[in-house]
């Protein structure tokens, strides 16, 4: 039994999400956050939007756009400003007083395919990375940029560059700021110290990427998101089990955990064979009483598309389709209530040539002895 297990090992056999409201964006929300009182929260969008929205009424602003898919979005407490990141390659730093941007940094030539802020909002991380055949097996080619890339929340500047195998999809910052984890398509995850920009532990997890051999035959998958635990000793990392129909999108519901400080790192707890459906994981989020996480993303087959889990056992405690594509989330009045930020299918113009609103954020309210 690890530390963790040890110090959460009490039951929250019955917590539930119970449906409370719904608020729409003009477009897909890739990523959410929220004001730390909850009645405000912020969305990067598919139309590069950065938006504002009231929790209460479901009114939203355009605080600026990017100039592809927004990809992240983090609000900085302390300073009262959004930061954001993009496919245009971009992390901007917006005021939502003053409604404007107040900063652009070209962080990376590809895509920003994930961004995370340190627990202590010094740090804005951003990973990228195209997959390019590096050989006649596909193997990944060598980075054209450092995949991982950490700046100054407050003045923008580059504090470390840091090499990973791209596309590196997932990052994230331990408890403590002192450290920092990215994963990348062929379920390989690095961590270096913040204090000194070295690599201090590195594994390779093969079930999260899959060769297609049905339509095409390439690699696919990965680790989309991460996080360390509350302790800070474990590593909790989600995506898709392997598949063989690149277009069919049914790998498996996947998340395990790794102690990262051991030597070799271990993995220690994954989702029970019985509990999971096929599907793309997208979102990991520890809730912050520690006692239970959830993992959310997209449905292939099966009955759900978010998780509510058992740190201690890792046992699936609530499970519910939300009946969207849940691309990322976020926790809400210390844990009482959640947001769940994605999109339904785009539907077709109408007659005035508008195209209906498909972006989502679903509020649910947590109750039982894990809220």
Not at 34 to 63: M, N, Q, T, V, W
Not at 165 to 185: H, Q, Y
Request: proline letters at 5%; hydrophobic letters at 40%.
């Amino acid at each position: 039994m690890t530390a963790l297990e040890t110090k959460t090992a009490s039951p929250v056999a019955d917590v539930k999400l119970t449906a409370a409201k719904s608020l729409k964006l003009p477009a897909a929300v890739l990523a959410v956050d929220a004001h730390p009182e909850g009645k405000r929260l912020f969305a990067a969008c598919l139309d590069g939007g950065i938006y504002e929205i009231s929790a209460d009424s479901g009114e939203h602003k355009l605080l600026g756009k990017h100039e592809s898919y927004a990809s992240g979005v983090h609000y900085l407490s302390k300073s009262e400003t959004v930061v954001s990141a993009g496919y245009d390659g971009s992390l901007r730093w917006f005021s939502p007083a003053e409604g404007r941007q107040t900063r652009a940094v070209k962080a990376h030539k590809f895509w920003s395919w994930k961004m995370r802020v340190s627990p202590d909002e010094r740090l804005v991380a951003s990973v990228t990375g195209q997959f390019l055949a590096g050989g006649y097996k596909y193997e990944p080619a060598a980075e054209r940029e450092p995949s991982v890339k950490v700046y100054d929340a407050e003045t923008g500047a580059l504090r470390w560059a840091l090499p990973h195998v791209p596309p590196t999809l997932s990052v994230a910052f331990s408890p403590d700021s002192r450290f920092i984890a990215a994963g990348n398509m062929m379920g390989e995850v690095r961590v270096w110290s913040l204090e000194t920009g070295k690599q201090v532990a590195t594994w390779t997890t093969p079930d999260f990427t899959s060769w297609g051999i049905i339509k095409s035959h390439h690699y696919l998958g990965g680790i989309f998101d991460m996080a360390f635990s509350p302790d800070g000793r474990e590593v909790c990392v989600c995506g898709m089990g392997p598949m063989v129909d690149p277009m069919a999108g049914n790998g498996r519901q996947t998340w395990q955990r790794f102690a990262w400080g051991d030597a070799p790192p271990r993995k220690v707890l994954e989702i029970k064979d019985a509990e999971a459906g096929t599907g793309l994981m997208e979102s990991l989020r520890f809730h912050p009483n520690q006692k239970l996480f959830l993992m959310a993303g997209r449905l292939a087959q099966g009955k759900w598309n978010v998780g509510l889990f058992d740190t201690a056992s890792g046992h699936l405690l609530h499970a519910q389709d939300t009946k969207m594509r849940v691309c990322d989330s976020v926790w809400l009045n210390g844990g009482s209530r959640l947001a769940l930020g994605g999109a339904t299918s785009q539907e077709r113009a109408t007659k005035d040539g508008r195209y209906p609103d498909f972006g989502h954020i679903k509020l649910y309210d947590v109750s039982g002895q894990g809220a």
